[in-house]
């Protein structure tokens, strides 16, 4: 009858310990994307009537020379994309098996992600 000496197994852990900053990060996020819808409800509860001059000047606000509506649209839109990578990325490692595919699919997220962020920004900042 063998004795087993060993208190404890040995794990395996993967990857590169994103646990705590990537809760950080989805609380910031989630907080300046909530803030942000904030300021455009409100935006668009003062705005009399709602054409498409008062929707762009609500993107093209400028206080002092700084265009402080494309600013914060841009800023809301890259929480977004960030907050989105972090839960798509988490998806895809807990549910794909396949390292290759999970390679594929984190790779096709990511080229989505900065393509829509470089359509937004072409968008708003040529208004």
């Given at each position: 009858m063998a004795t087993q000496e060993?208190?404890?197994?040995?794990?395996?852990?993967?990857?590169?310990h994103y646990g705590t900053m990537d809760f950080i990060?989805?609380?910031?996020?989630a907080i300046i994307m909530a803030v942000y819808t904030l300021v455009l409800f409100f935006g668009i509860i003062?705005?009399?009537?709602m054409n498409f001059e008062n929707w762009r000047r609500l993107f093209t606000f400028t206080c002092a020379g700084i265009p402080v509506g494309s600013l914060l649209a841009t800023l809301a839109f890259i929480s977004l994309a960030w907050h989105?990578?972090?839960?798509?990325?988490?998806?895809w490692m807990?549910?794909?098996?396949?390292?290759?595919?999970r390679l594929f699919l984190q790779v096709?997220?990511?080229?989505?992600?900065v393509?829509?962020?470089?359509?937004f920004a072409k968008i708003l900042w040529s208004l």
């Open positions: 060993r208190l404890g197994t040995k794990r395996l852990v993967v990857g590169a990060v989805q609380r910031v996020t003062f705005t009399s009537e989105a990578w972090i839960g798509v990325r988490d998806i807990d549910y794909v098996r396949s390292a290759g595919l096709l997220t990511a080229l989505w992600l393509g829509a962020v470089v359509y």
